[in-house]
């Protein structure tokens, strides 16, 4: 036990933390909460949802930022395009972006089920190659997609953020794995977080929430 200021710290798990601070945030709506239950029974790798501590942060920073128009780099079964378009105004825009057919048939099918005011645009495709098709500022970007190619969806879609416009990146830690990269993943992301933190043109704070969220900030 270590103490600080005469005060003893108590070595508690991560899981016990992540169980408490579950609990202690804003629940999920019925809407999400059944395309998670949804999702369950279709997938068989569920624990790769954002989960509702990522998905209320988001939800926060939009409406913190008044964010209207949101582009998401991996869709997966649509749980956090869901969570951030329950969050916009009425005249808010999400374009998500899924290569996986599996995973765009699903989407698909929840966007009908729960977007109810059509705010989700979803395209099919390979990222690297639809990115550069679009135009206009983004108020927010979500990155949560194949983690080797962090630094490209990076470097593309810095320059469709506006000023002062946010970007966040899920799995930035990689279960802690970054801090001694034994796979090409934990490499990369590893590479990914010192490319952000030497770059003079954002800001940008590291979260160790689930599994490592990084908030930029672009200047």
């Not at 008044?66 to 374009?95: C, H, N, Q, W």
């Not at 500022?137 to 506006?162: G, M, N, V």
């Not at 801090?179 to 770059?199: C, G, I, R, T, Y």
């Amino acid at each position: 036990m270590k103490k600080y200021r005469g005060t003893p710290i108590v070595q508690i798990t991560d899981t016990k933390i992540e169980e408490y601070a579950r609990e202690m945030t804003t629940p999920e709506s019925e809407g999400v909460r059944a395309l998670v239950e949804s999702s369950d029974v279709e997938l068989e790798y569920i624990d790769m949802l954002s989960g509702n501590l990522v998905g209320q942060m988001l939800r926060m920073l939009i409406q913190v930022s008044g964010a209207k128009r949101i582009l998401e780099i991996g869709t997966f079964t649509g749980y956090s395009a869901i969570v951030m378009a329950e969050a916009l105004p009425d005249d808010g825009e999400i374009i998500t972006i899924e290569m996986n057919l599996r995973y765009q048939k699903l989407a698909s099918k929840h966007f009908r089920q729960f977007d109810h005011q059509n705010k989700i645009k979803l395209l099919e495709g390979n990222a690297r190659e639809l990115v550069a098709e679009l135009s206009g500022d983004f108020d927010l970007i979500f990155i949560d997609a194949d983690k080797l190619s962090y630094e490209e969806y990076f470097s593309q879609t810095l320059p469709l953020l506006k000023q002062g416009g946010l970007m966040v990146v899920d799995n930035v830690l990689w279960d802690g794995t970054v801090l001694d990269p034994e796979d090409e993943k934990a490499q990369a992301l590893h590479e990914f977080n010192e490319m952000v933190s030497q770059d003079n043109r954002v800001e940008q704070v590291l979260l160790p929430v689930r599994d490592g969220v990084t908030i930029i900030r672009k200047k």
